[in-house]
Each structure stands twice: as C-alpha cells, then as structure tokens.
C-alpha cells in the first residue's frame, strides 16, 4: 500500500513526533475547552484542550489563543492534530466560529489525504466541536440560543448499527448530511461505519438503507435481500454403539478409566485425560510423568485401548492427542 | 541510506545464486519443454531437475507429487477447491480463524456454496484449541485445512500431530496445510515427518526465489480437481505453459535453503533473541505476541502499548528500516489483524504491534541499529498519547485497565 501522504502531512507528523518549536502536542491544565473523540479499540483517539483569552462581558467573544492535543492514531491522524490546532491558534476564532472549521478544512491544510484516512480528519472536526460543546458549559454560554445545534455524543444515543465502531444511526445519519457522503465506501473513509467486519452494509437498518433514506427518501429494503447468510455447520456425530447411547457409552469408558487404567500409570507418577469420545473412537492424552514419555503412544495403543476393548466395546480405537 | 529489511514474511530478496541460475532461461534456453525439437527438451529437463531437487528437500518424496503452481494462493485454491471437486459425497470442511486470506478467504467462498465450515480458534498464546478441533471432525468431513505456521505470529501449529488425529479419526478425511512460511525455514519431510498430510502449498518468494511460482505436493492417490483447465501440463493437473526460469529459481532456492537451514536457522534465532530481549528491556509497557509458544526463529510480533503501529512503520522508515503492523491503519482496511484479535490481544495491543521477519541476510548490526532507533520512536509517539504519562514514563492509571478491557 505505501504512504500516499502528503508532504505537508509527512513534515507535521515528523515535526510533532520530535516535538518541535510551533507544535501543538500537549495538554492545557485547566482549559477553557476539553473534547475527546474516538477510542483505543477504533485505532485512533484525540484528546483535545484550548485555553482562551476571555471577554469581560460576553463569553462569545472569547478568543481561542491556544490549542494543545494528544492523540493515540496513525501518521494522519496525528498531523490532522497538529494541522487543526495551528488552523486555530492562527485564525484568532472565537470558540463559536470556530465551529465553521470542517473536516475539509483540515484535508486541505494536509494538502490533501488518501480516502481511507478521511476519518481522521474528521476525528479532529470532531474533537473541536466536543470540546466548544464543553466550554460552552463552563462559561455559562446556552449554544441552542443562539441557533447552534451541537450534537454531543450524550443525545446521539440511538440503535448502534456499526457494531465494530460503536457508530448510531443518529450519528451515521448525521454524518451522511453534513459530509454529503453516497456511497458506503464513502462512509467507511469518512467515519469508519463498516469498515471492518462489513455486517452492517446491506442488512435492514443498515448503511445502505441509511444512505437511501437520506438522498432517496426510500423505505428499508426487505428482509433477506441481503447477500446470503451462511449455511448452519452440519454437525453429525460417529454413531454410538447400538447397545448404548452416547451417554452410557463415555460414562462407561469413563469408569473403566478411573478403575482399572489410571491407577497402574499413578503408580508411575502420570494419568490420562480424556479429551473426546466420538462413536467408538476415544480421543485422550497422558499426563504427568507419561506425558514426557517416549514410550506414551504405545503405553496409549497397548495398554488403554486394549484394556478398554476388553472391558468396553472390541470396536473401541484410541487417538492420542 | 541503507535498507534493513526486516520484513521477510512478506516478501524476500532473491538470492544471487537463484538469479543466476534464472539467467539462461530467459536467454538462450527460452523454449516451451513442450515442444519436439532438441533445444526444448533442455528447458524440459530444467524444470524435472528442479522437480526432483524440490521433492528431495521435501523429505525424498516422488517428484510427481511436486505440482508447480503461480504462487502459494492458487496452490491453497487448488487443493480445497480440487479437493471438494473430486469428493463430492462430503462437504464440510475444518480450519482455523487465524489463517492466511488465502485459505480464510476461500473456505468462506466455499461456505457460500453450501459447504459447511468449523473455524477452530487459538487461545492467548495462539495455541490451537484442541478439543475444539476433535469435537469439529464429522463423517462428513471432507478436508482439514490448517496452516503450518502463521505469517503474522510466526507460532507453529503442530500439524504432526494433527494429521495424524484427522487421519487416525477417518482416514478418508484429506489434510491440507499452508506451508507458506515454513518451507525453507524449517525442515519439512513429508515420508517421515509428515506422513500424514495430504497436501501441502507454498511459494517461493518467501524462500529468496521469485514472486509468481508456487507449489503444491500432492500426495501420490490423492483425488483432487485440476484448478486452472487448458492444457496437459503438470500431468494434466495444472494447465498452462510452465513458467521455467521461475521453477528453475525455486528449485535452486529451495536447494539452497535446504544445505544451510541449519546454519540459518540457529544464527537467525539468535538475532530474533537479541532483537526481542533488547526491546523488552529497553522500553517500558511490551508484550510479546505468540512469545509463549513454538515460533519461527526468523519472526518477532511484539506489541507497544498506547502507541499505534502504522506511526512507527513511519518513522523506522525514515531510518530506513523495514517491518509491517496488525494495526488498522496499515491493513489497507479499517479492520486490525484477525489473528491477534483470535488469539484475544487486547486492541490497544494490536493497534500498536510491530512485526520483524529475519532471513538468511540479516546482520547483527542492523538488529543493533533497530535496537538503536526503536525505543526512541516509541518514546516520540507516546509523549503524544493520551494515554501516556511522560512525567512517570508509565501509562495513565485510568489506561491500564483498557489494556484487558477490551
């Protein structure tokens, strides 16, 4: 595959791993806005953290003069980190109008990112809206009021459809609005919806159906248009002898075992477990002493199998495992 | 700058000597063997020679058990789809969840054809799960296909001693195994160490011979289908005009592996100990994968908490060094390696493990110089991790529990 990075993308990546004069990793104690995205198990997470230079009267004309981040993820995401924390610090935004910095934002400050590593950028658009989120409860500012609508991960609770990454329809949805994505590969590089076991793409409910209630307005599609589910495993077992059932038959090996091999091979300082009984085939292994044996396959074929042919059933053969 | 290749599970150099050997073949000796003029049975008895030289280092088999194929994956093709084509009274077939796409892949082509199919899982050490595997074995059971050791991990099934379970179970069960990463890194002899096994794939790109051969051995009386139809090649069991220079380069890579494997594979686990003791003890927060069982000796997986794997690749690249990563971000999907995830490594594990394949020509200066390099680059990206607490040099507390969490 390769990296299909950008120079910018590589430099910035480089540029904050040796934590250069001008990057941005880090952490503000006390900050004025603290948002986190992603997780450990989805293979990226960002915690990020602002300060601002607050205004006397009005909270809203706060401006964002530093931006720190730290961030668990790949060469992308982490230059996606740096590339918005220094769209901020630059761009002297309130917290309010830094809500206009897209995922897109990003992708061209990076000069550009291979579709698959959309995600991350959108990581960063959405670690930025969760932090403002969060200032805007520290200082008291009521964001519905003034006509934003922000969607904090606590009223996005809904039907997980991507079970993977843990994504809800509220959020999918969502996301296929504002990012304007139509396809499901679209969706996966973007949001990473179905991008690993593929279970949600065409079941009912699930990305495709997502995709055509948003830009077609149709209904889910039927049940059992997916692609075919896989057969039950056929599982037929060995028959047991007639005389027994399956039950009778391995508790009778079982005793035969206990009274008349396991007490010979104790005295030896080994055992033997049983592991399987298949029909009349008896699965079991040495233990202890008789493990480390090189005579063990043979003790097992002369001495157990003979013993339980006798006792048993002739037709008993025993596999060691 | 200098490579150091340490990705040689993926793919090898190939060896001068192999090369050389591949030269006339392209040259002067480029006849179809199939053809009646003297110049053509040259090129017909350099692909026998080889044949023979492959069946000698598989343990001195028949040389008309060596099928020459394009690569590993059409041999693994062709044995389970051959193998269900010519049995048709069974259907259901056994494998493992850790295997290579190119078994995992087709069995699940084959489940969509109604043939059913026990995936048999690994425990934490990537130790198959035994009972598991004797409970799938039904008188329906049509094929075993399991690998002989796993690319990622480099852990070795013991398939010894599971061909002889299938085979002592109900000799009319076939046994395949994907032997990709062991031929010519470990010794494999199918009269006496594996009489068992019916069939056996593996390429020679992993062995220093070129990308495009493969091979399968299949066992003398084993019914199996032709894969690719055309032509009266390879006894009719696998049409098309053989690609001679490449079957005369695996056969002088095999040969080549065979007369100093024991060498090999003694120098190159000692630089696979040095590389792994040197990471364990210079950074903090490792975990070797697979470090509990049998493990190819050219192969380490090791793991780098709270970091990500494809932000190492990265910057080992800049040094020029190379190895490959479970991590999502490298898989070319968003999906982290199935076998560590089959064997139950935590994600924060899996996302940030590394994996460095040996071969016959690495140096221990370039173990050194990775032993040099690596804790630094671990070091960068953890001082961006929010999960990282650089003042302690140790992970955050509210971290450690996502390590088993998940």
């Given at each position: 595959?390769?990296?299909?990075?950008?120079?910018k993308?590589?430099?910035?990546?480089?540029?904050?791993?040796?934590g250069?004069?001008?990057?941005?990793?880090?952490?503000?104690?006390?900050?004025?806005?603290?948002?986190?995205?992603?997780?450990i198990a989805?293979?990226?997470?960002m915690?990020?953290?602002?300060r601002?230079?607050?205004?006397p009267?009005?909270?809203t004309?706060?401006?964002?003069?530093?931006a720190?981040?730290?961030?668990?993820?790949?060469?992308?995401?982490?230059?996606?980190?740096?590339?918005?924390c220094?769209?901020?610090?630059?761009?002297?935004?309130?917290?309010?109008?830094a809500?206009?910095?897209?995922?897109?934002?990003?992708?061209?400050?990076?000069?550009?990112?291979?579709?698959?590593?959309?995600?991350?950028s959108?990581?960063?658009?959405?670690?930025?809206?969760?932090?403002?989120?969060?200032?805007?409860?520290?200082?008291?500012v009521d964001?519905?009021?003034l006509?934003?609508?922000?969607?904090d991960?606590e009223?996005?609770e809904?039907?997980?459809v991507?079970?993977?990454?843990?994504?809800?329809?509220?959020?999918?949805?969502?996301?296929?609005?504002?990012?304007?994505?139509r396809?499901?590969?679209?969706?996966?590089?973007?949001?990473?919806?179905?991008?690993a076991?593929?279970?949600?793409?065409h079941?009912?409910?699930?990305?495709?159906d997502?995709?055509?209630r948003?830009w077609?307005?149709?209904?889910?599609?039927a049940?059992g248009?997916?692609?075919?589910?896989?057969?039950?495993?056929?599982?037929?077992?060995?028959?047991a002898?007639?005389?027994?059932?399956?039950?009778q038959?391995?508790?009778?090996?079982?005793?035969?075992?206990?009274e008349?091999?396991?007490?010979?091979?104790?005295?030896?300082?080994?055992d033997?477990?049983?592991v399987?009984?298949?029909?009349?085939?008896?699965?079991?292994?040495?233990?202890?002493?008789?493990?480390?044996?090189?005579?063990?396959?043979?003790?097992?074929?002369?001495m157990?199998e003979?013993?339980?042919?006798?006792?048993?059933?002739?037709?008993?053969?025993?596999?060691?495992? | 700058?200098?490579?150091?290749y340490?990705?040689?599970?993926a793919?090898?150099?190939?060896?001068?000597?192999?090369?050389?050997?591949?030269?006339?073949?392209?040259?002067?000796?480029?006849?179809?063997?199939?053809?009646?003029?003297?110049?053509?049975?040259?090129t017909g008895?350099?692909?026998?020679?080889?044949?023979?030289?492959?069946?000698?280092?598989l343990?001195g088999t028949?040389p008309g058990?060596?099928?020459?194929t394009?690569?590993?994956?059409?041999?693994?093709?062709?044995?389970i789809?051959?193998?269900?084509?010519a049995n048709?009274?069974?259907?259901h077939?056994?494998?493992?969840?850790?295997?290579?796409?190119?078994?995992?892949?087709?069995?699940?082509?084959?489940?969509?054809?109604?043939?059913?199919?026990?995936?048999v899982?690994?425990?934490?050490?990537?130790?198959?799960?035994?009972?598991?595997?004797?409970?799938?074995?039904?008188?329906?059971?049509l094929l075993v296909?399991?690998m002989?050791a796993?690319?990622?991990?480099?852990l070795?099934f013991?398939?010894?001693?599971?061909?002889?379970?299938?085979?002592?179970?109900?000799?009319?069960?076939?046994?395949?195994?994907?032997?990709?990463?062991?031929v010519?890194?470990?010794?494999?002899d199918?009269?006496?160490?594996?009489p068992?096994?019916?069939?056996?794939?593996?390429?020679?790109?992993?062995l220093?011979?070129?990308?495009?051969?493969?091979?399968?051995?299949?066992?003398r009386?084993?019914?199996c289908r032709?894969?690719l139809?055309?032509?009266?090649?390879?006894s009719?069991?696998?049409?098309?005009?053989?690609?001679?220079?490449?079957?005369v380069?695996l056969?002088?890579?095999?040969?080549l592996?065979?007369e100093?494997?024991?060498?090999?594979e003694?120098?190159i686990?000692?630089?696979?100990?040095?590389?792994?003791?040197?990471?364990?003890?210079?950074?903090?927060?490792?975990?070797?994968?697979?470090?509990?069982?049998?493990?190819?000796?050219n192969?380490?997986?090791?793991?780098?908490?709270?970091?990500?794997?494809?932000?190492m690749?990265?910057?080992?690249?800049?040094?020029?060094?190379?190895?490959?990563?479970?991590?999502?971000?490298?898989?070319?999907s968003?999906?982290?390696s199935?076998?560590?995830r089959?064997?139950?490594?935590?994600?924060?594990?899996?996302?940030?493990?590394?994996?460095?394949?040996?071969?016959?020509?690495?140096?221990?200066?370039?173990?050194?110089r990775?032993?040099?390099?690596?804790?630094?680059?671990?070091?960068n990206?953890?001082?961006l991790?929010p999960?990282?607490?650089n003042?302690?040099?140790?992970?955050?507390?509210?971290?450690v529990?996502?390590i088993?969490?998940?």
């Amino acid at each position: 595959m390769g990296w299909e990075y950008s120079e910018k993308t590589k430099q910035l990546f480089m540029d904050a791993v040796h934590g250069k004069p001008g990057t941005h990793l880090g952490e503000i104690e006390n900050p004025d806005g603290l948002g986190e995205h992603g997780s450990i198990a989805c293979g990226d997470a960002m915690r990020f953290t602002f300060r601002v230079r607050r205004h006397p009267s009005d909270p809203t004309l706060d401006v964002i003069t530093e931006a720190r981040y730290l961030t668990f993820g790949c060469t992308s995401a982490i230059a996606a980190s740096e590339a918005l924390c220094d769209i901020i610090e630059k761009g002297e935004y309130t917290p309010i109008s830094a809500l206009q910095i897209q995922n897109s934002d990003i992708v061209t400050y990076l000069e550009g990112l291979p579709e698959q590593k959309i995600h991350c950028s959108v990581m960063g658009a959405e670690a930025l809206e969760a932090a403002v989120f969060n200032w805007a409860q520290r200082r008291g500012v009521d964001l519905k009021a003034l006509g934003i609508d922000l969607h904090d991960q606590e009223t996005e609770e809904g039907r997980v459809v991507c079970k993977c990454f843990s994504l809800t329809e509220p959020y999918i949805l969502r996301k296929i609005k504002e990012l304007n994505l139509r396809t499901i590969p679209q969706i996966t590089s973007a949001i990473k919806a179905g991008g690993a076991c593929g279970s949600c793409h065409h079941v009912p409910g699930g990305l495709q159906d997502l995709l055509d209630r948003v830009w077609q307005g149709k209904l889910p599609a039927a049940a059992g248009s997916a692609a075919g589910s896989p057969l039950p495993l056929v599982s037929i077992d060995a028959p047991a002898p007639a005389d027994f059932s399956p039950y009778q038959f391995s508790k009778k090996v079982e005793k035969v075992v206990d009274e008349y091999i396991r007490p010979s091979l104790k005295m030896d300082g080994g055992d033997v477990e049983i592991v399987d009984i298949k029909g009349t085939m008896v699965y079991c292994r040495l233990k202890g002493a008789c493990a480390n044996c090189a005579g063990a396959a043979q003790t097992l074929k002369m001495m157990v199998e003979r013993i339980l042919k006798e006792q048993v059933d002739e037709r008993i053969r025993v596999i060691e495992v | 700058m200098d490579i150091i290749y340490l990705d040689n599970n993926a793919t090898t150099r190939i060896a001068p000597e192999v090369y050389e050997a591949m030269i006339p073949f392209f040259t002067d000796d480029y006849f179809n063997p199939s053809s009646m003029y003297e110049p053509a049975r040259r090129t017909g008895q350099a692909v026998e020679a080889a044949r023979r030289t492959i069946a000698d280092c598989l343990g001195g088999t028949a040389p008309g058990e060596i099928l020459f194929t394009g690569c590993a994956t059409e041999s693994n093709n062709t044995a389970i789809r051959g193998a269900a084509r010519a049995n048709p009274n069974r259907r259901h077939i056994i494998t493992t969840t850790v295997e290579h796409p190119a078994v995992l892949e087709v069995c699940r082509e084959m489940e969509r054809s109604g043939h059913p199919v026990a995936y048999v899982g690994v425990d934490r050490d990537g130790q198959i799960d035994l009972p598991g595997f004797i409970r799938a074995l039904t008188p329906e059971t049509l094929l075993v296909s399991i690998m002989h050791a796993n690319n990622e991990t480099g852990l070795v099934f013991p398939i010894e001693r599971l061909s002889r379970i299938v085979k002592e179970t109900d000799p009319g069960i076939l046994f395949h195994t994907d032997a990709t990463q062991t031929v010519g890194k470990l010794p494999i002899d199918m009269v006496r160490g594996l009489p068992y096994v019916d069939l056996l794939s593996f390429s020679g790109h992993k062995l220093h011979a070129p990308k495009g051969i493969g091979a399968l051995y299949l066992r003398r009386g084993t019914r199996c289908r032709p894969f690719l139809l055309g032509g009266h090649q390879e006894s009719g069991r696998r049409g098309g005009t053989e690609n001679v220079p490449y079957i005369v380069g695996l056969g002088r890579a095999l040969g080549l592996a065979t007369e100093t494997a024991h060498e090999d594979e003694a120098r190159i686990g000692r630089l696979r100990d040095r590389l792994e003791r040197g990471l364990v003890e210079r950074i903090p927060s490792v975990e070797v994968n697979g470090g509990g069982g049998v493990r190819l000796p050219n192969t380490l997986n090791i793991s780098f908490h709270y970091i990500e794997g494809e932000g190492m690749l990265f910057q080992l690249s800049e040094y020029g060094i190379c190895a490959s990563s479970g991590s999502a971000c490298t898989s070319g999907s968003l999906e982290p390696s199935h076998v560590l995830r089959a064997m139950k490594v935590p994600f924060t594990a899996v996302h940030g493990s590394v994996r460095f394949s040996l071969s016959r020509y690495t140096t221990e200066a370039e173990i050194d110089r990775v032993l040099e390099v690596f804790p630094g680059i671990v070091a960068n990206l953890r001082t961006l991790s929010p999960y990282w607490d650089n003042a302690r040099n140790a992970p955050r507390p509210d971290a450690v529990g996502m390590i088993e969490s998940h």
